[in-house]
């Protein structure tokens, strides 16, 4: 059993790796390590080499192993293998263990597939595909985490009054439940304690395993437990995509531990540092093409109208910023269950609550001089260009939203504003590239169209590199 899952770990590791490269007719090429795998432990096509490029098995797009059923396999052997073998590690891995992990996940691919042709739900396909398999840069979500905690929160005045009433100190909160800054635990402490912290016995896996059986895309358990341990204390990382995944979502779940349970209000505020960050970067991003309006408040009959978190203008456009500290509900790709909800939740109600207020604005004498408004709903990750999703979501927004200024509205991760905000300071006209991508009769997920129209993209905005720069500064320091 050990063996089992310490292979399944490493050809999860391995799925999108490349070998060293190799030297063919004077040119230096690279194989994706799966080419490896069909070519020498399965034993696929011709004994020679000369097939790699005409055998249709050794295309890109023809895998023997994907993350989503080697996570499917580790699932069956914690529900039916054989747990006496589970301390046993004095063993060697061959090809053949490779080769008969690679089969089993194999059959498992059959299995699922016989299932899918009962019940098929193809919006619901896409949304995990994507989520499983999209992996955002850690150092986007540790320089986030660090402005975030150790720039903003510590400091109340950094936030405007009306809010000031929701201010909780996360950082001295989390400094005296613990004895240590949150940026201590991310550059030093997590990778020590990453798995007493992070880790699970499989038998007490067991259960979920069993029971979640007919839920495909239900790695729930993975992802709060992204090391599994055995009798002897001894610990298997499951992949990266749950370790990372589990990295920032421990911390947010340690940060709520520093108050009571029936505190239903603890974690609003991390909500308003998400928000502000979001506005820092519009207001830091160098172009002078673009003008910077932060939000403000308009009186509408004995009372006040709140704008959107930001807006950047450039000519007669403008960008309407509408920033939620949100993610996607875990049960959508674990169960396909509340998949309206999240998505009025991430893009429906974000793009109507901000359109309303450019209704408000224009009546007030707002944006006289705009012609043409895209709105982005920021979250923290996002739904994605999910035609079975949008189709619903595009229709229920247009017979709802009443500015007929704006011409255009999106859901972006905060990974794809991040992206736009580097391609305005590159010099591009974000609006440009907007309207072009809004007009698509196929929408691909927009960072993949963004780095196709500008592949020189820069990686972050000024801004985000000075932070970035000081956060692993500390880090260093803290190392030494």
């Known amino acids: 059993m050990h063996k089992a ?3 399944i770990s490493e050809l999860i590791a391995l799925r999108n790796g490349k070998m060293k490269p190799i030297n063919v007719c004077g040119y230096s090429i690279q194989l994706p390590y799966e080419a490896f795998l069909k070519k020498i432990i399965l034993c ?6 000369k097939d790699l490029s005409t055998n249709p098995i050794f295309r890109k797009n023809q895998h023997v ?3 989503q059923m080697l996570l499917i396999l580790l699932k069956k052997i914690i529900a039916y293998g054989n747990y006496e073998t589970l301390n046993q590690v004095d063993y060697k891995i061959t090809d053949a263990d490779y080769a008969k992990i690679i089969q089993l996940q194999l059959i498992v691919v059959d299995e699922v597939c016989q299932n899918e042709e009962h019940s098929f739900d193809r919006g619901h396909f896409i949304f995990s595909t994507y989520h499983l398999n999209h992996h955002l840069p850690d150092s986007g979500r540790f320089l986030r985490m660090y402005y975030m905690l150790e720039i903003l ?10 809010i000031r009433g929701e201010y909780r100190n996360y950082y001295d909160d989390f400094s005296t439940k613990y004895g240590i800054t949150t940026t201590q635990y991310t550059s030093i402490l997590f990778w020590e304690l990453q798995p007493y912290y992070l880790s699970a016995k499989p038998e007490e896996l067991r259960d979920w395993a069993i029971e979640s059986q007919d839920r495909q895309w239900d790695f729930s358990k993975f992802l709060e437990a992204p090391f599994l341990q055995d009798n002897e204390g001894r610990y298997i990382s499951i992949s990266d995509y749950t370790l990372s995944n589990a990295f920032f979502e421990k911390l947010f779940w340690l940060i709520r531990d520093c108050y009571p349970e029936n505190d ?12 502000r960050y979001v506005q820092e970067i519009a207001h830091n991003m160098k172009n002078p093409d673009y003008t910077f309006i932060n939000e403000f408040s308009i009186d509408s009959r004995n009372s006040k109208s709140k704008s959107s978190d930001a807006y950047l203008q450039k000519t007669n456009r403008l960008l309407v910023i509408e920033a939620k500290g949100f993610s996607n509900l875990s049960s959508v790709m674990a169960k396909n269950s509340a998949v309206d909800k999240n998505n009025s ?14 209704t408000k604005a224009l009546q007030n004498g707002r944006f006289a ?3 043409e408004m895209y709105i982005v709903s920021v979250t923290m990750d996002n739904i994605e260009a999910n ?5 619903k979501i595009f229709k229920e927004i247009e017979s709802k939203k009443t500015c007929t200024k704006v011409v255009g509205y999106f859901n972006f991760s905060i990974a794809d504003y991040e992206m736009l905000m580097c391609a305005a300071e590159d010099g591009a006209d974000v609006f440009e590239l907007l309207k072009e991508y809004f007009s698509l009769k196929e929408l691909p997920p927009f960072g993949n169209y963004l780095r196709e129209k500008m592949p020189k993209l820069s990686t972050m905005t000024d801004f985000m590199k000075h932070w970035y720069n000081e956060a692993c500064s500390k880090m260093m320091s803290m190392l030494k």
């Open 5 to 7: 899952i310490s292979i």
């Open 44 to 49: 696929l096509g011709d004994a020679s080499c």
């Open 65 to 67: 192993i994907s993350i």
């Open 153 to 162: 929160n510590k400091d109340a005045d950094n936030f405007p009054e009306d």
């Open 264 to 275: 239903s209000r603890a974690m609003a505020f991390y909500g308003r540092l998400f928000e």
């Open 345 to 358: 939740k991430l893009f429906v109600c974000p793009i109507l609550e901000a359109d309303a207020f450019c």
């Open 369 to 371: 001089d705009v012609t």
């Open 387 to 391: 035609p079975f999703y949008y189709e």
